[in-house]
Nanobody, 127 residues
């Protein structure tokens, strides 16, 4: 059974930084894609970034490009989201997810493509 546990959320002032972690267990992830999504109150779940576990290839949403960086540590089976220059509009619950039904590096922005999800971690950015 795949388990994803996020950590690292919190309250930070605008312009500050946070690093989110997602510890994965229960399967060999080398062929899969890991993604970060976020959901603000009253809004749909939004794609943030994805990383291909085996190659390290990454892809970010335009809204976070240049500010957020996704990475993975194979030895620790952990995915990170380094968030810099945070803005109040980044406030949301952040979720990590695994895209394991297919190894294709496609449809990365679609939450329906991801079949395992963590419980989420709250990020609040004050102005």
């Amino acid at each position: 059974q795949v388990q994803l546990v996020e950590s690292g959320g919190g309250l930070v002032q605008a312009g500050g930084s946070l690093r989110l972690s997602c510890a994965a267990s229960g399967r060999t992830f080398s062929s899969y894609t890991m993604g970060w999504f976020r959901q603000a109150p009253g809004k749909e779940r939004e794609f943030v970034a994805a990383v291909r576990w085996g190659t390290g290839s990454t892809y970010q949403a335009d809204s976070v490009k240049g500010r957020f960086t996704i990475s993975r540590d194979n030895a620790k089976t952990t995915v990170y989201l380094q968030m810099n220059s945070l803005k109040p509009e980044d406030t949301a619950v952040y979720y990590c997810a695994v895209k394991s039904l297919t190894t294709a590096w496609t449809n990365l922005r679609d939450p329906a493509e991801y079949d395992y999800w963590g419980q989420g971690t709250q990020v609040t950015v004050s102005s």
